[in-house]
């Protein structure tokens, strides 16, 4: 295991630039989550970190080995990395039986001594397939399969794995089972990886940190705890779920919605001369809904609106309220609202209450404000802890 270290990393298609300058180090051990919407650059980046693209510009180091420096023209080809692969597709092959696949990385790298000392039963046992070792993967479950591509992963004790979407052909069931086994996995072996997802929650689960992509670059690189509270721009604060957005303008008597409701920001308010229009967020579970003669709570802050729709969830409700064109959504407890939600029709008026210290408030430019300043910690080397 080792410390992997990328420098000005640029990938091209055509006139495209897909991968744009990027910075990362993945200390050893640590597990970093590259996460962004579809065509962002992820699988591109982890591809070119597995050799099997050619990036343009830039340096790739695995401790104190360059493995490709562009201006250098250095590219160490994929099977001398010492890489782990899993893919969303599993790529398990065919004709092999589960003891061969497993036992491929380890024949390719002629690790003679691993072959004969077990490596193979024990990477298979580590994902419970030892049962499985002399079956054909069109004779698995899916969930079989995924956990055969990671015991071959593995198996070689890479410095690097790299995961790209490996749970996103899973079932719900299954997806939370496999992503605990390589959550324990990781914690029991310490490899480095990236892991590719466009899935929040499957970040939040498994990262040591979080790199969140934009258009090929990096918008925000911290711990999970970190992204959720502190998101650095509107678009990490909309991408890992605070689906709320309110636009707000300055006015001599504070914030307002642009129903004129007073939307108190708490330490995040502007300093005056800053800026005059700004961004709020809130998560769905930072909302309450209530009726217009509810009493709510001194200090927090009150929209009024209108319901659009309403649909049962078992536990909770979810709802959506028209403010003045911005829709909101929140689950409202059916324990609380049961006995009125279910009846009332679109058009209801509605008041929905939050707390200041739940808003993220961005400018202009999608920046974080926090009070006088502006939140721009962009950490892209170094631990969580350095
Ligand atoms: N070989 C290629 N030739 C041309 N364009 C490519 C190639 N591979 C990827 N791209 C383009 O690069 C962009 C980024 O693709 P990439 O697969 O890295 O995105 P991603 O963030 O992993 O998306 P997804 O989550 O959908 O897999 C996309 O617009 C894609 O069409």
Not at 38 to 58: I, Q
Not at 72 to 93: C, D, E
Request: charged residues 25%; contains cysteine.
């Amino acid at each position: 295991m080792s410390r992997i270290r990328v420098t000005n990393l640029t990938k091209r298609f055509g006139s495209s630039t897909i991968v744009d300058d990027l910075e990362l180090t993945i200390e050893e051990g640590e597990f970093v989550v590259l996460l962004g919407p579809s065509g962002c650059g992820k699988t591109t980046t982890l591809r070119c970190l597995a050799g099997l693209e050619t990036p343009e510009g830039g340096t790739i180091s695995f401790a104190d080995k360059v493995v490709h420096d562009a201006e250098r023209r250095v590219s160490v080809p994929t099977h001398k990395r010492n890489i782990g692969m899993i893919f969303q597709s599993y790529a398990l092959w065919p004709h092999m039986t589960v003891r061969d696949n497993i036992a491929y990385p380890l024949k390719v790298r002629r690790q003679k001594d691993a072959l004969r000392t077990g490596a193979v039963e024990k990477a298979a046992g580590m994902v419970d397939c030892e049962q499985l070792l002399d079956r054909y993967p069109s004779q698995l479950s899916g969930g079989q399969q995924q956990r055969v591509a990671v015991a071959r992963g593995l198996v070689s004790e890479p410095d690097l794995v790299l995961f790209d979407e490996p749970l996103s052909n899973l079932d719900a069931r299954l997806r939370d089972q496999v992503r605990t086994q390589i959550h324990q996995l990781h914690q029991r072996l310490g490899f480095s990886a990236v892991f590719v997802t466009h899935d929040q929650s499957e970040a939040f689960a498994l990262g040591d940190r979080l790199a969140i992509m934009k258009s090929g670059r990096l918008e925000q690189v911290d711990t999970p705890q970190q992204v959720f509270d502190e998101p650095s721009s509107d678009y990490v604060a909309q991408f890992i779920g605070m689906a709320n957005r309110l636009d707000l303008t300055r006015h001599q008597d504070g914030w307002k919605a642009s129903n004129g409701d007073v939307v108190h920001l708490g330490d995040r308010t502007p300093e005056r001369g800053s800026t005059d229009t700004v961004v709020a967020r809130l998560r769905r579970d930072d909302l309450r809904l209530h009726r217009p003669d509810d009493r709510v709570a001194p200090g927090t802050t009150v929209l009024h609106g209108t319901l659009v729709t309403t649909e049962f969830g078992g536990r909770h409700h979810d709802v959506l309220v028209d403010v003045d064109g911005q829709k909101l959504t929140l689950q409202a407890d059916t324990r609380e609202h049961g006995g009125w939600l279910p009846k009332a029709e679109g058009g209801h008026p509605v008041v929905v209450s939050f707390r200041s210290s739940d808003v993220r408030v961005f400018d202009a430019e999608g920046r974080a404000v926090r009070g006088a300043s502006v939140v721009t910690p962009i950490r892209a080397t170094g631990s969580a802890t350095s």
